[in-house]
């Protein structure tokens, strides 16, 4: 793993193409949506955000019998609709999203049981083959702890269900999946240290990064702010 990055201006990539697709992913409040309201605006590209509002989240928090499924098959249907209504060769402007459609078997493996997730399995291989992959993505990490002080400062109702548990499961599912991740190039941005929502010098630091290309998989260790 390379070592912690410098103030220093990088050198300029001549022969850079920027990437037409990018994707910023990673766990519940690590400034995924953020970060990629920030580089749409950057380089005046189309966005495709995840979904926001799904009906049956609210019940699967509850813990409702059969509400995590339904929650599941809304998130793959609408994260497949969203990805296959904007497509990279559609336009001359780039493309930033917030979420990968395949992170989405990140939660079904995580809630759904196993006669559940071999329904689930049926849809998604169905759905998969339609989906672009990105140019670039960008996996945003950070511990278990550090996201739990976002969830609870961010304050949203229906984050108030989640346990410290869960949220650790989860962080340990991304890690997991990104450490096998080779469907495109991966940026690996360690968060713990930064919050470039609530510090502008952290977010232009990383914005500098984003500027030079990116091969294979590349990690990129801030050297963040004090307190």
Request: hydrophobic share 35%.
């Amino acid at each position: 793993m390379p070592g912690r990055s410098s103030n220093s201006n990088s050198p300029r990539h001549p022969s850079f193409k920027a990437p037409r697709y990018i994707v910023i992913e990673g766990p519940i409040r690590v400034g995924k949506s953020t970060l990629a309201r920030v580089l749409a605006e950057q380089l005046h590209a189309r966005r495709v955000f995840d979904c926001e509002h799904n009906p049956f989240l609210g019940a699967f928090y509850d813990e409702a019998p059969g509400a995590a499924f339904k929650a599941q098959l809304y998130f793959l249907y609408e994260r497949h609709r969203r990805l296959i209504e904007t497509r990279p060769e559609d336009g001359p402007a780039p493309i930033v999203g917030d979420f990968l459609f395949e992170k989405d078997k990140i939660f079904a493996y995580l809630n759904l049981d196993n006669e559940e997730l071999k329904l689930y399995e049926k849809y998604f291989d169905m759905l998969a083959p339609s989906v672009p992959a990105p140019d670039l993505t960008i996996y945003l990490q950070a511990k278990p702890d550090v996201l739990r002080k976002r969830v609870s400062k961010k304050g949203e109702p229906s984050e108030r269900e989640i346990s410290p548990e869960y949220l650790e499961a989860v962080a340990n599912a991304y890690e997991h999946f990104f450490f096998r991740y080779s469907a495109s190039n991966l940026l690996v941005v360690d968060t713990t240290e930064i919050d470039f929502v609530e510090r502008n010098a952290d977010l232009q630091e990383l914005l500098r990064r984003l500027r030079q290309p990116v091969k294979g998989t590349q990690y990129f260790l801030p050297l963040g702010a004090p307190e």
